[in-house]
């Protein structure tokens, strides 16, 4: 079992709508990041947060950390969102270590 | 600023060959770090460093080295090529303190 797991592995939607991601973790972290890799390969960061929540533009992240659950959401949903979007914790043990999940597949379609 | 670049963009070995993937960062960071990315599966760490002159071990660091000179370099060295080392492979560097980590384009290498 990945010490990260996220869900869905792939989303499809229509531009407009309201996306969540969903990202649950096994292990005590001192922070967890929001990272897109768009299709090309690149990959961004997105958000770093190890309580509440942060707002960029049209993304949100929020954390749980007694449930061990964060969730990314995106408003008003566009083409351009179309990306993997990959949830990394931050081991509390080892704050080099980062554990990944495998990552939600997001399709917006116009 | 150019980030973190990595060279090559692409390339085919055959196994049994070795093969050097360069990493240079121009923000000063001190850490870095090499990860992996196969189909389907979450990114892996290789190997990290915290400074120049010290490397440590990550997740799944068997059939690869590194070396960290300077501030700015972290090459990843493949000695004998193995199929299974056909992956996506990712640089990253981040300041110290709990940054964000800044990801470099990625080497897509494959092992016939």
């Given at each position: 079992k990945n010490e990260v797991e996220q869900s869905p592995q792939n989303l499809t939607a229509q531009e407009g709508e309201f996306i969540t991601i969903n990202c649950s973790y096994s292990v005590g972290i001192s922070a967890l990041h929001w990272l897109q890799q768009h299709p090309g390969g690149g990959i961004v960061s997105l958000f770093m947060l190890s309580s509440g929540k942060k707002k960029h533009g049209r993304l949100i992240a929020t954390i749980n950390i007694q449930e061990k659950h964060s969730s990314l959401h995106i408003t008003?949903?566009?083409?351009?969102?179309?990306a993997v979007y990959i949830c990394a914790v931050r081991w509390g043990g080892n704050n080099n270590d980062m554990r990944f999940g495998a990552g939600t597949r997001l399709t917006v379609k116009p | 600023n150019a980030g973190v670049t990595q060279t090559p963009k692409f390339r085919i070995l055959k196994i049994g060959q070795s093969m050097t993937l360069q990493c240079t960062q121009d923000m000063n960071h001190n850490y870095m770090y090499w990860y992996r990315q196969d189909p389907g599966m979450g990114l892996k760490l290789i190997y990290y460093s915290v400074g120049a002159g010290i490397t440590d071990k990550g997740e799944v660091p068997n059939g690869y080295n590194v070396s960290r000179s300077t501030t700015e370099d972290f090459p990843l060295r493949l000695e004998l090529a193995a199929p299974s080392q056909t992956s996506v492979y990712f640089c990253a560097s981040r300041p110290t303190g709990d940054g964000e980590q800044f990801f470099g384009p990625g080497t897509r290498l494959t092992v016939l």
């Open positions: 008003a949903s566009h083409p351009r969102d179309s | -």
